[in-house]
Every structure is written in structure tokens, then in C-alpha cells.
């Protein structure tokens, strides 16, 4: 006996589509090129913006790094507070833009955007995820003390809270 189906399938959980990470900031289509980016320099090159020489007749547009920073919407925020920070404060600040230099060197997106003094601490604005944990692995790897990540994928946000 052959059974019927009505339209109605067995929903199988392991072939539910899995929604793409929305990020306001990555290009929806490929950019041509050669692009550059008029704020920075940044050249878009085999897909990826690179550091390199502006080559003639590129085309113009801002790269994700500036638009961030235009818009002041950070990817990391990493917070550095404590009694440690206090008395070390000049160190911990120049480890964080070692971090970012070593970090943009080769990745022109991974930027701080600011740094701002709060009561107890410091809060260090990033345009990249990864940078705020480099930073934060950084201080930890450096003067130990207690690192917490909190992770929010729905809007790619990463906060990194470094303390001593």
C-alpha cells in the first residue's frame, strides 16, 4: 500500500538553513578593481584591502575601517580598569597600539578608533573583533590578571574586560 503525502514533510533539523551573519559594513557586492580608500590609502587588491602603492585610475571608495570610524560604530570595545591600571597606565596604553600596529600592518581594517578615559579604567574602541581580543590577550599575556570575553553574534560585537 502506497501512502499519500499531502504536502506535509517531517521538518528535518539538519537541513534547516542557517541565516547569514548580517554586518553592515562588508561590501554587498564585489568592489572592482583596483579600489582605494580616499580617507586611508587602503587599496582593494585580490579581494581584500591591502596596504600598497595607489595605483592609477582606481576607483574610490571607502573601506569598512573608515566607515566604522565615520559612523563611530565600534566592532570591540575593550575595557581596562583595576588598581594596576591606575599605576600603569602609560605602559598598558602604548601595549594597546603596539597591538594595533603589529595588527594593521598586515590587516588594514584592525584599527582603534578611540581611547577614552572613564572613573576607573579606560575603554578602547576597535573596528574589528579580532583587534579587541589581540589587545585584551595582549595585556593578559603581558600582566596576567582576569580577561573576560562577551560575544554578542547577532551584532558582531565583541567586549573584552581586562582588570588588575
Request: hydrophobic fraction near 35%; include cysteine; charged fraction near 30%.
Amino acid at each position: 500500500m502506497k501512502t499519500r503525502f499531502t504536502g506535509f514533510e517531517p521538518v528535518r533539523r539538519d537541513r534547516l538553513v542557517q541565516e547569514a551573519r548580517h554586518d553592515t559594513y562588508k561590501a554587498k557586492h564585489k568592489l572592482p578593481e583596483p579600489t582605494v580608500c580616499p580617507r586611508c590609502g587602503a587599496v582593494f587588491h585580490d579581494g581584500r584591502w591591502q596596504w600598497l602603492v595607489k595605483p592609477a585610475q582606481a576607483h574610490e571608495a571607502m573601506c569598512p575601517a573608515c566607515h566604522r570610524i565615520h559612523d563611530v560604530f565600534p566592532a570591540g570595545y575593550v575595557t581596562v580598569r583595576g588598581p594596576f591600571f591606575k599605576d600603569h597606565r602609560e605602559e598598558l596604553l602604548h601595549l594597546a597600539k603596539n597591538e594595533e600596529t603589529r595588527a594593521k600592518a598586515e590587516h588594514p581594517l584592525k584599527r582603534i578608533m578611540q581611547i577614552e578615559d572613564q572613573d576607573d579604567g579606560v575603554l578602547i574602541t576597535t573596528t574589528d573583533i579580532h583587534l579587541a581580543r589581540g589587545i585584551g590577550e595582549a595585556m593578559h599575556h603581558a600582566y596576567q590578571g582576569e580577561l573576560e570575553y562577551h560575544y554578542n553574534e547577532q551584532e558582531n560585537l565583541l567586549r573584552v574586560v581586562w582588570e588588575r
